[in-house]
């Protein structure tokens, strides 16, 4: 088992497959205008897969395919249909903005995906649209319902939750995902990139979430799925659904943290949070072996030494603070969460 110096396995693997999106939303790609990527840069499907088995080989079993949207990526199924062959057969999942989801839910179902999270931070159309800059709240329930349509379990909604943006819908998201039995996950607000001007103030914490949604619903704790699942799940005492917190800024989770990213343009990325990526493009390109390959993600992975959650906790809590400009991170739209 590939384990790096805190003696974390690389389980899971998430691939941006574009850093393309249809969305501005305000806490992820808040600029209107962005240099995209030339599509030169962007890995093959053919170089997707077999990085994407080199690290099955290493240990990883999931694999979440993320932008970016990674539906604005051209015949998307074909390379699910490709990572579903592999040897080893990872767990498939895709997390989508949902706008395109229903023209092309049976065919990603065909493909071999199973799992799908669709991101829904509002369901009121005029917000949601304040939000996206440019969604259409409409067809995002469109693709959610298809994908129910078309079989796909479990379907996740993932919503962050801003201080005074659509903090007042929680219990209307819960209601909503009760209703038509759909799972939900609710994400504190974080620091990520460099261009959404996070605060604390704008951080509604997930104990503060617990709080509203079990005045009306009591929870049970369930916990972490594997131990190490980024979110902490609550089943409602009366059976009808569960829900999640993915609780980053107050509870950081980065001592059971497993997953590995890979960029559009071929980095390998060992912290949602992180700087810098290491090059892996070039050197498939320039003709490296399988074995050459292993030997390079070996290594990084074994130096790997991230806890930028647990880092970012104790400056919160020391007298100086916590400036998310002290730290320049990769920004959303190459690593997709």
Same mark, same amino acid.
């Given at each position: /088992?590939?384990?790096?110096? #805190?003696?974390?396995?690389?389980? $899971?693997?998430?691939?941006?497959?574009?850093?393309?999106?249809?969305?501005?939303?305000?806490?992820?790609?808040?600029?209107?205008? #962005?240099?995209?990527? @030339?599509?030169?840069? &962007?890995?093959?499907?053919?170089?997707?897969?077999?990085?994407?088995?080199?690290?099955?080989?290493?240990?990883?079993?999931?694999?979440? *395919?993320?932008?970016?949207?990674?539906? %604005?990526?051209?015949?998307?199924?074909?390379?699910? @249909?490709?990572?579903?062959?592999?040897?080893?057969?990872?767990?498939?999942?895709?997390?989508?903005?949902?706008?395109?989801?229903?023209?092309?839910? %049976?065919?990603?179902?065909?493909?071999?995906?199973?799992?799908?999270?669709?991101?829904? $931070?509002?369901?009121?159309?005029?917000?949601?649209?304040?939000?996206?800059?440019?969604?259409?709240?409409?067809?995002?329930?469109?693709?959610?319902?298809?994908?129910?349509?078309?079989?796909?379990?479990? &379907?996740?909604?993932?919503?962050?939750?801003?201080?005074?943006?659509?903090?007042?819908?929680?219990?209307? *998201?819960?209601?909503?995902?009760?209703?038509?039995?759909?799972?939900?996950?609710?994400?504190? #607000?974080? $620091?990520?990139?460099?261009?959404?001007?996070?605060?604390?103030?704008? /951080?509604?914490?997930?104990?503060?979430?617990?709080?509203?949604?079990?005045?009306?619903?009591?929870?049970?704790?369930?916990?972490?799925?594997?131990?190490? @699942?980024?979110?902490?799940?609550?089943?409602?005492?009366?059976?009808?659904?569960?829900?999640?917190?993915?609780?980053?800024?107050?509870?950081?989770?980065?001592?059971?943290?497993?997953?590995?990213? *890979?960029?559009?343009?071929?980095?390998?990325?060992?912290?949602?949070?992180?700087?810098?990526?290491?090059?892996?493009?070039?050197? /498939?390109?320039?003709?490296?072996?399988?074995?050459?390959? *292993?030997?390079?993600?070996?290594?990084?992975?074994?130096?790997?030494?991230?806890?930028?959650?647990?880092?970012?906790?104790?400056?919160?809590?020391?007298?100086?603070?916590?400036?998310?400009?002290?730290?320049?991170?990769?920004? /959303?739209?190459?690593?997709?969460?």
């Amino acid at each position: /088992m590939l384990c790096d110096i #805190y003696h974390r396995p690389v389980q $899971d693997l998430r691939i941006s497959v574009t850093d393309r999106c249809n969305f501005r939303c305000t806490y992820c790609m808040p600029l209107d205008e #962005y240099e995209w990527l @030339a599509k030169s840069e &962007i890995l093959s499907f053919e170089e997707i897969t077999r990085l994407a088995r080199l690290f099955v080989m290493l240990g990883v079993g999931k694999i979440r *395919l993320t932008g970016g949207e990674p539906l %604005a990526r051209r015949d998307l199924e074909k390379l699910i @249909a490709k990572l579903a062959a592999l040897e080893g057969a990872p767990e498939l999942c895709l997390t989508t903005n949902g706008s395109l989801l229903a023209e092309k839910a %049976a065919a990603l179902k065909a493909a071999g995906l199973r799992r799908i999270n669709v991101s829904i $931070d509002s369901l009121k159309p005029e917000r949601f649209r304040q939000i996206t800059k440019r969604g259409d709240l409409a067809k995002v329930l469109d693709g959610l319902f298809a994908a129910k349509h078309h079989g796909f379990h479990p &379907i996740k909604i993932n919503t962050v939750i801003e201080r005074g943006v659509n903090d007042d819908e929680i219990l209307d *998201l819960v209601e909503f995902s009760r209703t038509y039995g759909f799972a939900i996950r609710f994400i504190e #607000y974080m $620091d990520v990139g460099n261009a959404n001007h996070w605060t604390s103030e704008k /951080m509604v914490s997930k104990q503060e979430i617990l709080a509203i949604i079990s005045a009306k619903f009591p929870l049970r704790e369930v916990g972490r799925v594997k131990g190490s @699942a980024p979110s902490v799940d609550y089943q409602f005492v009366d059976g009808r659904g569960d829900i999640g917190v993915i609780a980053s800024v107050t509870e950081p989770f980065c001592t059971t943290c497993t997953r590995v990213r *890979l960029t559009a343009d071929g980095r390998l990325v060992t912290c949602l949070f992180s700087s810098h990526g290491y090059d892996l493009k070039t050197l /498939m390109r320039n003709g490296a072996s399988d074995t050459e390959l *292993l030997d390079v993600i070996s290594r990084i992975w074994r130096g790997r030494r991230d806890r930028y959650s647990e880092e970012r906790l104790a400056a919160l809590r020391s007298p100086r603070g916590y400036d998310p400009q002290d730290h320049k991170k990769i920004e /959303m739209i190459s690593l997709g969460g």
